[in-house]
């Protein structure tokens, strides 16, 4: 009972630990009156009896936390002591913490970040797939006909098609863009995927064209219906059309698409959605506009699945060429499609790691300093009376709410760069705020750095470290390791600010001289034929009354229309000359855009010889052309051709060139294309697919205006893409993009890292060597030669980092060079703007320790020691 | 201090309650003189000693501490026994007489 009692007691003094300890302190300073009182009273002197008294009770301290210790729950009192400490110790090197709660924050959180994004990448597999390694795709058929022959005679696959479009959601000014997979009925079930609401299309669905089958994606279901499963058999408008809503797919499904998908539609239910034309393409045999998987039977190997495919698909090839494979692991063909974005990922992934690896030496330096520092303090405590154990877990605990600091600030950086990642990615389907491996690597790294930094605090209290007098200073082999480090840092800050630079020089080549005036226009993507306006006359009209709005505006420059939009990869189509038409095997495909006359100023493409298509030309139907300088040069070579009339299209009467223009890229922007230029004439023969506006102003209010001209002329219209050009292009610098951004973000981190790392341990040497400069200074050292000597130590380490960067850059030179553009890592002007950020940088840091060494004064340095 | 002895563990609260027996109430520096005294050259009581074990006491009860002034009029903390403090110091009289009439017998020559 006396134990429960003393506990209880124990629990109150506890609660009111402030009161007892004024009464403990009040009556141990009574106790020591009263020896002194009897020491006086046996005749000593005052001297004497205090003398007596410091013997007699001997370190107060002690006495004192012992009392503290029974009026307390021990361990709480320590933790709260500790706690009330380390926040005292912490606050009073705000430098220190903010430095190694930033580095650790940010080098961790990047990395976790990078990292899962590069695992995202990499190693996981398409979300909600069953056994996806018994998943194929079919090369050898790529239009509906032959995947019907496919899924017809196939008996080692289940097979399906899909199709990716972008069609539009909900009516008028609400409507928005939905990323659409077109796929055939048994498409789900191949994939082995379930559904979070609803079913998967059923064998009736084929037959409903008046309200066709969609099946939501889970985040479309989750943003347009909140999650309700009451939106199952309920119309939804896509295309401009009714669709019932069959089913949702489970959260995060894209089936094996790289990029996020909205919805999955019945590719026979809706043919002209899903078709590129507007027209149907369900029953043509020619194009390649198809995606067929299969998904092996149970005991059905790769060997016996091709080998099927191969014999199905004799029936249709004409090359008479052998088959080279007919069927490809569908994971494998996923991947080598998305190789790019992989690589790209593990360069960012590795650069992050450099940053990490740049803050995890930095932190170690400032340990390593503080602890030295802090050898005094611990040794005074010590001697004081405090115990180990309360020293220990003062340090474990400033390094713990270090730790938790610098993860709080961790998880905010990961889940930042994830974001911005994800952005740029497609192929990415998580959510880097709470993603389970973005929070294991987190947990992780932050373990490690705390149990790193734990190691330190238990050598700093080890037996003799707290209780024998410290020098304070370093061993030479010790010193040694620091300079390493400090080398290390800066060859990373070099690496990490050549990437920055190669990619910042890739993204300005890849957007230069691309054949476009990629600031200057913007471009009106109306799709009339998904819009239900299928009549070829009537979606001319409606153009013809958008380019007369538009030009009634006293702010657009000029207007063209194009059957292309620019840059659009998915929008060419290549035309052969040669093959069918007899033409030798060896003229090239090129590409055939018809356009309207002033398009080229309008886009921005110089015409390098002859002239545009006048109107008379358009008008009377005359065969005329403008073609590229690339494809001048193909067809023909070292000949004069503006003006004469050439034999572009074989089997055709010949073609008067009127021009020659410049060549473009396309798509990824990474190479040029072969493109022919006839009139696009107003007769309905061909329909516009672009709307190509130069305003006075190319801003957002241009963009805004534009949109608002393009509704008024064609009211009820589903969606309007209006965009400007440079943000099209955009779309394909992407990953130029994001290795600007990243790099940028890592260089500027690695540079202030290691800058921070130097100037660090030049103060620390500054401190540390203080009695030395005074002798110098002493001996006739001006100030000048004391700067030179802290300004060359560290322009030494600077130089040797410089150095081993520059060979580590030539090393992995090519590892990297595929990833840019118009750029090598080892151009000269890549090293000089890199070395000229490292050694500004370099040298800025040790500007201050300089300044301060030359500014201290030999009297006071000399006494102080 | 050649001639010291180590205190038992558990000794000190039970000279404590004896010298509170003995003297009646009495504050913490006088309690560790008077066992001091009593313990004769044989042993030399810390302040430090007695007072953890004086708080450890007040706690479970047997005895209680007020503040009070001291024979020189100083305000010091002054400890009486209470009637737990009696009721345990009379038990663990009789265990040490006990254990010690034990040891006795076992360290008597020709006994054991």
Known sequence: MSFLRAWLVRLGAHLRIGRRRNDIDEELQSAVDLHIDDCLSRGMTDADARRSAAVAFGPRQAIREAAYDQHSIPFIALLSTAFRQSMTSLIRHPGFCATAIAMLGIGVGLTAGLGATADALLLRPPAGLDAPDRLVRINVARNYVQFEALAEQSQTMEVTGTSR?????????????????????????????????????????????LAPPIVLAHHIWQRAFSGNSAAIGTTTWVAGRQYVIVG???????????????????????PVECSISGVSLLASSQGSWLTVLGRMREGIGLPAADAEARTIAQTWSTSGRPIESAVT???EARATAGIRDRRLSLWVASGAVLVLLIAAANIGSLLAVRAVERRRELTVRTQLGASRVAVRFQLLLENALLTGAAGMLAWVVAGWTGSVAARFLPAIAYDPWSDARVLGILATFLGVAGMISTIAPLVQTSAGATTQPQSGRWSPGRARAWRFILVAQMTFAMVLSTGAVLFAMSLTRVKADVGYDLRGVIVASVDLARAGIRRQREQQEIFAAIVDRLREDPEVTSVALSSQAPLGLSQFYAVTPGGAKGAGPDRPSFSIVDVTPGYFSTIGTRILAGRDFTPDEVRSGASVALVDAALAGALWPHTEIAGRCMDLIPGRPCTTIVGITESRRVGSLRQTNLEAFFPLRMDGSTVPQAILVRPENPDRDALTRIATAVRTAAPNLPYVSVRLLEDVAGDHARSWRLGTWLFGLFAGCGLLFAAAGLYAALSFAVRQRANEIGVRMALGADSGAITRLVLGHGARIVAIGWILGVCAVVVFADGVNHLLFGVTATDIPVIAASSIALVVTGLTACLWPAWRAARLDPTVVLRTE | MGGEQPLIQGTVSLMILKTLDAMGPQH??????RIEQ?????????YGTVYPVLLKLEQEGVIAGTWGLSEHNRRARIYRLTAAGRRRMVREQKQWADMSALMARFLEPGRS
Do not use: K
């Open chain 1, 329 to 331: 692991p569908a994971l």
């Open chain 1, 248 to 270: 949702v797919a489970a959260p995060g499904f894209r089936g094996l698409e790289l990029a996020a998908v909205d919805a999955w539609v019945l590719l026979p239910s809706s």
């Open chain 1, 165 to 209: 479009r972008t069609l539009s959601m909900g009516r008028g000014g609400d409507a928005g863009p939905l990323e659409t997979a077109c796929v055939t009925r048994a498409f789900f079930e191949v994939m082995g995927t379930t559904m979070a609401a609803g079913h998967t299309f059923a064998a009736s669905d084929h037959l409903s064209t």
């Open chain 2, 38 to 46: 009593v313990g004769g050259q044989g042993m030399t009581l810390n």
């Open chain 2, 28 to 33: 913490g520096y006088g309690i560790a003189r």
